[in-house]
């Protein structure tokens, strides 16, 4: 029955998708995030439910009348840097059917992520946009945070099964990153009733997160709240009370939690012994170093392997993956993808601080300063979590990208219109003054 129900509605969808493009890429953000494959046990289990979306909304997309071009601000610039270093990194290196379904993979995410951003034209299509991702990770966000209360965090939370975040440390800082995206739908929600609850949906999804028992997450959210009490106003209290609940969610948590948080700052040398987890990463992170140092321009998606750990590693026989954003990049594509990785959310950064400026004083765009502070509270969690992640290719912070970027555009088109007005409105009391004069 579940099967036949997304059937209907995937195809159903279609029309929709060929009178409004947009609507497609609502779709894509829900089957991308969301995954309703996962929830069937039959033909639609393995149905290609976002590459038949896909396809559909870019066809649509580009015989419609929605305007084709893209803001190229710096992170687009950059981003396109980092395709390319991964394109070459693919072509020039050892390729297996794993590595070339990988790939396609990567650069399918990519490119829609571009079709997005052409279509995130109004202030309404990026919060709708949002609002779908939000709602999709949510669910799972969510029954993860009432999971870890009814069950006192004794187990994991995990994500959907074919996921970026179907891991509990994945899931755990996607979590953390969606959380401010409720908040903010929150902090501009007139109905109380609405605002409370999501703001729950927020409060739940931190929760979630701890349940997952993530050291890196535990990392994030350390750096999230000090970057919130760097930047406090008033229109981030209500992540302030947020975060004032965090000593109660960490007091609330069992003895094999604090255990295994105890072991972040654990040192082998100091005569400790280290969780085995933690050594296999730093093991793992000095075999990608070294990879970059040997290979400074890419080593491959085929990079993670057991032959390049004998060569590479300094214990050799302990293979595991990267578990690192920036080893990840660093070691599989070289130093220049590393580069403009890096670059893309630096310049992103930049980007929603520059918003957040220039929307100070104006009453119509405050929604997009408050947006931009939320994002990069985002990007915050992303960018601290992501290091004991391998989440490079993970769409979701390329969407808070795009946003960010899309965002700015908007803030100055409607700057550009309000300095017009008064541009005219100065000439016309020049104008009448000087008349004034004349007659005088």
């Not at 969780?275 to 000095?286: D, G, H, K």
């Not at 590479?312 to 594509?333: C, E, W």
Request: proline residues 4%; hydrophobic residues 55%.
């Amino acid at each position: 029955m579940r099967d036949i129900l997304l059937f209907l509605i995937i195809v159903g969808s279609i029309p929709f998708i060929f009178r409004r493009p947009f609507f497609g890429v609502l779709m894509w953000c829900w089957v991308s995030y969301m995954l309703p494959q996962s929830h069937t046990w039959g033909f639609m289990f393995e149905f290609p439910v976002a590459m038949l979306i896909g396809v559909t909304t870019i066809f649509a997309f580009f015989i419609s009348n929605e305007p084709k071009k893209i803001a190229l601000e710096k992170p687009i610039i950059w981003l396109f840097v980092f395709y390319i270093m991964v394109f070459l990194s693919w072509i020039l290196h050892d390729k297996t059917p794993f590595i070339n379904e990988l790939a396609m993979k990567v650069f399918k995410v990519q490119f829609f992520t571009l079709v997005i951003l052409a279509m995130l034209t109004s202030r309404k299509r990026i919060e709708l946009a949002l609002l779908v991702v939000a709602l999709s990770i949510g669910f799972y966000g969510v029954k993860g945070g009432v999971f870890t209360i009814f069950t006192g965090g004794e187990f994991r939370v995990y994500g959907p099964s074919g996921s970026f975040f179907k891991e509990n440390n994945a899931m755990a800082v996607t979590n953390l990153m969606v959380a401010p995206v409720f908040v903010y739908f929150s902090a501009n929600q007139s109905d109380k009733r609405l605002k409370y609850l999501l703001l729950l949906c927020a409060v739940l999804m931190v929760v979630a997160a701890f349940g997952s028992q993530s050291r890196g997450a535990f990392l994030a959210v350390i750096a999230c709240a000090l970057f919130l009490l760097a930047k406090t106003n008033k229109k981030l209290i209500s992540f302030v009370i947020l975060l004032a609940l965090l000593p109660a969610v960490y007091n609330f948590m069992p003895d094999n939690w604090h255990q295994r948080m105890g072991t972040i700052f654990v040192d082998e040398e100091a005569g400790e012994v280290r969780e085995s987890s933690s050594a296999s990463r730093l093991n793992a992170w000095r075999a990608g170093v070294n990879m970059s140092f040997s290979h400074p321009f890419s080593r491959g998606f085929n990079a993670e392997t057991p032959s390049n750990f004998i060569i590479y590693a300094p214990d050799p026989n302990d293979f595991v993956a990267f578990h690192s954003n920036y080893i990840q990049v660093l070691g599989k594509h070289g130093w220049m993808a590393f580069i403009s990785y890096l670059m893309v959310f630096l310049a992103t950064w930049r980007i929603a601080s520059k918003v957040i400026m220039m929307s100070k004083n104006v009453e119509s765009l405050k929604w997009a300063g408050l947006l931009c502070r939320y994002l990069q509270v985002s990007l915050v969690a992303y960018l601290v979590g992501g290091a004991f992640l391998s989440l490079a290719y993970f769409d979701l912070p390329y969407h808070f990208v795009i946003t960010i970027i899309s965002v700015y555009v908007i803030v100055k088109k409607e700057l550009s219109k309000i300095h017009a007005v008064d541009d005219r409105k100065n000439y016309l009391l020049s104008r009448a003054e000087q008349d004034r004069e004349i007659t005088m």
